[in-house]
């Protein structure tokens, strides 16, 4: 069966994501969304009434643990990007890498490709529980639809672009540590804060083109209409694309040019 993907990429996507998958740690990450949302879909799916068309999140709120299972996938795909290509300069090993492959451009390629088709199925085995744990213990509390598979394909989407982000902001920094703790503390502390203040301000429609809340929208499928720093749903998925376009590129370019 013929690739699609071009002959003379498919070495160094599968070497960089033999890379990401012989780390002992990062094995460990591709567990802990699965368990995260294998667990926090149990509670919620027990613990949730019957589905309320009007109720928030628009898929039931039977599906609270859905969604946290996701927000763990999105963290642990832009920890395997950082780790991808921060990580590299960690352990010094960059030099060695584009030694063996010089030519920059498909080794960015196939770090982001390698990454990213990592990071989707990470997404799809934690989508794929907590289904399977609302078909079994959320029958009457989930609206099975439309969608709900909206949410489920955004999530896979969303999972890659995070992967690209963490990679591209690895290339940026140049470093594992910095770049986590500037991911983690933009996305728990900083932009939620930037949030308070524009909403405060009036002017919470300007925070709706930052990349947590296009991450937040674009999973949401049209819940939260009422809140002012969420994009609809369409809106925020290209958003989201475009910040990874625009980090991955930026990331490229810092590797392309830049002496190591």
């Known amino acids: 069966m013929t690739s699609v993907l071009p002959a003379d990429l498919v070495p160094g996507i599968d070497a ?16 802990a969304p699965v368990a995260l949302a294998l667990v926090a879909t149990l509670i919620t799916a ?5 589905f309320d068309p009007l109720g928030q999140p628009a898929t039931g709120a039977a599906t609270i643990g ?4 996701m927000g763990a996938v999105f963290v642990v795909a832009a920890l395997l990007g950082i780790g991808a290509t921060g990580g590299e300069y960690r352990r010094k090993t960059m030099a060695l890498t584009v030694l063996f492959a010089p030519d920059r451009d498909r080794l ?10 990592i990071a989707l199925a990470v997404a799809l085995a934690a989508e794929l529980v907590s289904v399977l744990v609302l078909l079994a213990a959320g ?28 990679a591209g902001i690895g290339l940026l920094l140049r470093t594992f540590s910095g770049a986590v703790w500037l991911v983690l503390g933009w996305a728990f502390a900083l932009e939620p804060l930037i949030w308070l ?11 709706t083109v930052l990349p947590v809340s296009a991450t937040v929208a674009g999973v949401s499928a049209g819940s939260f209409q009422e809140a002012e720093v969420f994009a609809p749903t369409p809106a925020a998925l290209v958003v989201l694309m475009l910040w990874a376009g625009a980090v991955g590129v930026a990331g490229w370019w810092d590797l392309r040019n830049r002496d190591l």
Not at 66 to 69: K, N, R, S
Not at 108 to 117: G, R, S
């Open 66 to 69: 859905l969604y946290l299972g």
């Open 108 to 117: 960015v390629t196939a770090k982001y490709a390698a990454t990213a088709a």
């Open 16 to 31: 960089e994501a033999r890379k990401v998958v012989a780390v002992r740690s990062n094995r460990l990450l591709f567990a």
């Open 197 to 207: 203040v524009a909403k405060g301000f009036g002017a919470g429609g300007l925070v």
């Open 46 to 50: 027990l613990m949730a009434g019957p």
């Open 139 to 166: 029958r009457g509390k989930v609206e099975f639809g439309l969608r709900l598979s909206e949410v489920l394909a955004a999530g896979l989407l969303v999972a890659a672009c995070w992967a690209v982000l963490g």
